[in-house]
């Protein structure tokens, strides 16, 4: 359905504190054999994560421009609820989507998060997504 395929996918069967959830898919993109500055980007992201990450939709989205990427790197995991985060009115978070892009492409960022809120606004993907029995199949959604 998407263009970008995360490299890292997590289905938690409970719910699950958001900086637990932000800590495993920041690991995973680390350790996807894609370079990059892992330092400057959790800097980068942890200052996005002050300017505010909840999108509507259930969805956290915290991201981030890095220099030296060749194409966006996401990681994306999905869980009854993700706690620790404020949200409007009450809502509950169930997708975490960290998002790493190059600095040197605007264009590739903003089509990577158009292609991730697409989804979001799918009511069957959402559920499908949430009825995942493991990352393998959160996967396949995308």
Same mark, same amino acid.
């Given at each position: 359905?998407?263009?970008?395929?995360? =490299?890292?996918? !997590? %289905?938690?069967?409970? &719910?699950?504190?958001? !900086?637990?959830?932000?800590?495993?898919?920041?690991?995973?993109?680390?350790?996807?054999?894609? #370079?990059? *500055?892992?330092?400057?980007?959790?800097?980068? %992201?942890?200052?996005?994560?002050? /300017?505010?990450?909840?999108?509507?939709?259930?969805?956290?989205?915290? @991201? +981030?421009?890095?220099?030296?990427?060749?194409? &966006?790197?996401?990681?994306?995991? %999905?869980? #009854?609820?993700? !706690?620790? %985060?404020?949200?409007?009115?009450?809502?509950?978070? !169930?997708?975490?989507?960290?998002?790493?892009?190059?600095?040197?492409?605007? +264009?590739? @960022?903003?089509?990577?998060?158009?292609?991730?809120?697409?989804?979001?606004? /799918?009511?069957?993907?959402? +559920?499908?997504?949430?009825?995942?029995? *493991?990352? =393998?199949?959160?996967?396949?959604?995308?």
């Amino acid at each position: 359905m998407s263009s970008l395929i995360p =490299a890292y996918t !997590q %289905v938690y069967k409970e &719910p699950v504190a958001f !900086q637990k959830a932000l800590g495993f898919a920041f690991e995973g993109l680390v350790n996807a054999g894609v #370079p990059f *500055d892992a330092l400057s980007a959790w800097k980068a %992201v942890e200052k996005r994560i002050g /300017d505010g990450i909840y999108m509507g939709s259930g969805l956290l989205l915290p @991201h +981030t421009r890095i220099s030296g990427l060749e194409s &966006p790197l996401m990681a994306f995991a %999905v869980a #009854p609820e993700i !706690q620790g %985060v404020s949200t409007p009115r009450g809502e509950t978070a !169930q997708f975490l989507c960290l998002l790493l892009s190059s600095a040197e492409s605007a +264009t590739a @960022h903003t089509v990577a998060i158009a292609g991730v809120a697409k989804l979001l606004l /799918d009511p069957e993907w959402k +559920t499908k997504a949430l009825a995942c029995a *493991d990352g =393998a199949a959160l996967k396949e959604l995308f």
